[in-house]
Nanobody, 122 residues
Framework: QVQLVESGGGLVQPGGSLRLSCEAS????????MGWFRQAPGKEREFVAA????????YYSDSAKGRFTISRDNAKNTVYLQMNSLKPEDTAVYYC???????????????WGQGTQVTVSS
């Protein structure tokens, strides 16, 4: 089973940008769909974005469309989430997950990282 490690979170002001990374090891990353989810305090984990095995298809939540971009580099076993125009409501722990097919439901993802905290505040 693939192991995932997220990085790149931090504190950013509203309107700022962050790029999250998720590096995979121990599996065949290039055959897997990848997704980003987030969980704010007191809320359930929610879908943010997903990408298929070669980057040809992407899904976004309504809140992510137009502001976030998911991408991957199979040579580096890494998936990215570029987040622009960040808002306070984007504050959450962001997790990456791996799946055998592109999906937007957390139940379709079988591997998860430990998460990285994103805080958007002035």
């Amino acid at each position: 089973q693939v192991q995932l490690v997220e990085s790149g979170g931090g504190l950013v002001q509203p309107g700022g940008s962050l790029r999250l990374s998720c590096e995979a090891s121990g599996g065949t990353f290039s055959t897997l769909a990848m997704g980003w989810f987030r969980q704010a305090p007191g809320k359930e984990r929610e879908f943010v974005a997903a990408i298929d095995w070669n980057g040809g298809t992407t899904y976004y939540s309504d809140s992510a469309k137009g502001r976030f971009t998911i991408s991957r580099d199979n040579a580096k076993n890494t998936v990215y989430l570029q987040m622009n125009s960040l808002k306070p409501e984007d504050t959450a722990v962001y997790y990456c997950g791996a799946a055998t097919f592109i999906a937007s439901s957390g139940g379709d993802f079988g591997s998860w990282g430990q998460g990285t905290q994103v805080t958007v505040s002035s």
